[in-house]
């Protein structure tokens, strides 16, 4: 009986250490993880800051994404640097137009019936580009239920 009890305790000691250790391991990778984590967002950011200023930027302020039309005809009017130049991609015909001195742009497109994906490149005169999507729903059965 003396060694069963001798044994538990060791056992039990041994366990504890494992689990202690475990736990302490556990504890100090989590912790060098974060810490690797908020440097690299700070890195992140900061990236992303450059890039940005370096990027061309291109802004979609007119229709929204996912807008529902009720004409085939539409207006998409947004905003970049100035003179950049500005590539509209619609379902059935491509657009080159320049944005002015202020860097607004606008294009008359028209659209196809249901979901026209739209894609919108901007170039600067340093080759910088930057592109966004924009969908768009196309339906005149839509305008009855408008009035």
Do not use: C
Request: glycine share 6%; aromatic share 8%; no cysteine.
């Amino acid at each position: 009986m003396r060694k069963e009890i001798i044994l538990v305790i060791i056992f039990g000691t041994l366990f504890g250490l494992i689990m202690a250790f475990g736990i302490w391991r556990a504890n100090s990778a989590l912790k060098s993880t974060k810490e690797a984590t908020s440097n690299g967002q700070n890195i992140r950011v900061e990236e992303n800051i450059t890039s940005s200023v370096e990027n061309p930027g291109l802004v979609i302020a007119k229709p929204e994404n996912d807008d529902v039309l009720t004409e085939s005809n539409t207006i998409i009017t947004g905003i970049t640097k100035p003179a950049n130049t500005v590539i509209i991609s619609s379902e059935t015909e491509d657009y080159i137009i320049h944005s002015n001195e202020s860097g607004t742009f606008e294009q008359k497109i028209d659209l196809v019936g249901g979901i026209n994906n739209i894609l919108i490149y901007s170039y600067d005169n340093e080759g910088l580009s930057t592109d966004t999507k924009l969908r768009l729903i196309y339906s005149k059965e839509f305008a009855q239920y408008l009035n």
